[in-house]
């Protein structure tokens, strides 16, 4: 028998129907074996995640408010589950459990733990799999650091004593004991840590969408899908705004090997988008996907020979650190650097990072454009092919766009260009036309 790790998001478990659902795939193939689970998500436009939910009672506690009416809306929602589902899961009791911990005093990451610990439980009650709660085994130091090989080897041990599982995303234990949750979307690195655990064949990921497109659906009308990709090509367009996967998912199942396939309850026939390390030129495909995202500002400094001065760029960084601003892309050329910032880091301080620059590092010129979008056009097929940047330069240029910075990585599979904020939209509809149709 084989082995399938399936993650499931919060669309998928929102409510009995989708867990209904949920289980008609696992059950459709045996090798699903280990199933991790999100908290229930939006059941319709404009309804509560259960995470949103549980960080609002976090804040009502930390601010002294009352909270018993959002604490019994969450409460509702599982015991919903619970009796749509026709299981007994203990929710009452692990309420009672759970009321208790909060008049004692709980942290907002225990707290925001709970939506994939209940989740979790109606679901292996459902699917009739054992329960195997992520505290125990997924771990994090003393300072919040993920520890990623001695989760390793404790899911390892603990996973291989059960034949089938399931497991809740989103959280591990500190130390101390505590409960410490991954950033917003965590469940994500959850399946795959468990993926690699079991030496899964395949990590699954289902949600709502039936993989990557090759461009964002709301600026390109109906885009392709993409049906292959390679872990890099993920990297750089999830870097770049394309949000399926949380950004650290990734690495776990890359160190083993394992592919991805991302996947649609909603739409379980569809073969989904498979990523895997395979740096794959297909046959006919130049370009895997074009991501982007807007509101950011490039510092362009001209300092004549800054080319034969040692540590310029270092002097220049230092500024940038002394401010605590994190830096995107700095595009270079001889005796010049640009650096590319999210304009949200810059608050206030973008004069005062530009004077310091002026005076500290003597620079000739220092030129800021604000309002920018950054756009990568992303895929392996492009470095074999030559001509690539001349059809995209052009394509801009005919319609228009005056491309303002460039950036081309030294892997050849990613050409960023800068372009203005009101010239995103149609930049991304012009090289998906030129180089997709
Ligand atoms: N429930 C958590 C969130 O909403 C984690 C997850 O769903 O992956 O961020």
């Known amino acids: 028998m084989g082995i399938k790790v399936a993650k499931f998001g919060g669309t998928s478990l929102a409510d009995a129907e989708q867990i209904r659902k949920t289980k008609g795939i696992i059950d459709a193939d045996p090798d699903r074996r280990y199933i991790v689970a999100s908290a229930p998500g939006m059941r319709y436009d404009d309804d509560s995640k259960v995470t949103d939910l549980l960080y609002l009672l976090s804040s009502h506690i930390e601010q002294h408010a009352p909270y018993g009416q959002i604490l019994d809306l969450i409460k509702e929602r599982f015991l919903e589950l619970e009796s749509g589902l026709g299981v007994d899961a203990q929710i009452e009791g692990e309420f009672r459990d759970f009321e208790a911990m909060l008049k004692v005093g709980v942290t907002s990451d225990y707290i925001a733990s709970r939506g994939e610990y209940f989740n979790a439980k109606i679901l292996a009650a459902y699917l009739g799999y054992k329960f195997v709660d992520a505290a125990d085994f997924v771990l994090f130091g003393d300072k919040g650091r993920f520890l990623m090989e001695e989760t390793n080897n404790a899911l390892k041990v603990a996973l291989r004593k059960y034949e089938r599982a399931v497991v809740p995303g989103f959280y591990g234990t500190l130390p101390n004991g505590g409960i410490k949750t991954f950033s917003r979307g965590g469940s994500d690195i959850?399946?795959?840590?468990?993926?690699?655990?079991?030496?899964?064949?395949?990590?699954?990921?289902?949600?709502?969408?039936?993989?990557?497109?090759?461009?964002?659906?709301?600026?390109?009308?109906?885009?392709?899908?993409?049906?292959?990709?390679?872990?890099?090509?993920l990297r750089e367009l999830s870097y770049m705004g394309a949000k399926v996967l949380h950004e650290n998912a990734i690495y776990p199942v890359r160190l083993a090997g394992i592919p991805v396939n991302i996947r649609n309850t909603n739409d379980p026939g569809s073969p989904g988008t498979m990523i895997t390390a395979g740096e794959h030129?297909?046959?006919?495909?130049?370009?895997?996907?074009?991501?982007?995202?807007?509101?950011?500002?490039?510092?362009?400094?001209?300092?004549?020979?800054?080319?034969?001065?040692?540590?310029?760029?270092?002097?220049?960084?230092?500024?940038?650190?002394?401010?605590?601003?994190?830096?995107?892309?700095?595009?270079?050329?001889?005796?010049?650097?640009?650096?590319?910032?999210?304009?949200?880091?810059?608050?206030?301080?973008?004069?005062?990072?530009?004077?310091?620059?002026?005076?500290?590092?003597?620079?000739?010129?220092?030129?800021?454009?604000?309002?920018?979008?950054?756009?990568?056009?992303?895929?392996?097929?492009?470095?074999?092919?030559?001509?690539?940047?001349?059809?995209?330069?052009?394509?801009?240029?005919?319609?228009?766009?005056?491309?303002?910075?460039?950036?081309?990585?030294?892997?050849?599979?990613?050409?960023?260009?800068?372009?203005?904020?009101?010239?995103?939209?149609?930049?991304?509809?012009?090289?998906?036309?030129?180089?997709?149709?």
């Open 281 to 437: 030129v297909r046959e006919g495909r130049i370009v895997t996907g074009i991501a982007g995202s807007k509101d950011f500002t490039v510092i362009a400094i001209y300092k004549n020979m800054m080319s034969a001065e040692i540590g310029y760029i270092k002097r220049v960084l230092n500024i940038l650190d002394d401010y605590d601003v994190s830096l995107e892309h700095i595009p270079s050329g001889v005796d010049t650097i640009s650096l590319v910032i999210a304009s949200k880091y810059l608050d206030g301080k973008l004069e005062d990072i530009v004077d310091d620059i002026e005076k500290k590092t003597r620079a000739d010129s220092v030129d800021v454009y604000e309002d920018m979008a950054l756009i990568a056009t992303v895929g392996y097929g492009m470095a074999m092919r030559p001509g690539v940047s001349a059809k995209l330069f052009g394509t801009l240029y005919e319609a228009g766009i005056n491309i303002r910075m460039i950036d081309q990585g030294s892997s050849e599979m990613n050409i960023i260009v800068g372009v203005a904020n009101s010239d995103f939209e149609n930049a991304i509809r012009s090289i998906y036309k030129a180089f997709v149709g």
């Open 190 to 233: 959850t399946g795959s840590i468990v993926a690699r655990a079991v030496g899964a064949d395949v990590y699954e990921n289902w949600t709502d969408v039936s993989g990557f497109l090759m461009a964002d659906p709301r600026i390109v009308d109906s885009p392709k899908a993409i049906d292959t990709l390679s872990y890099k090509e």
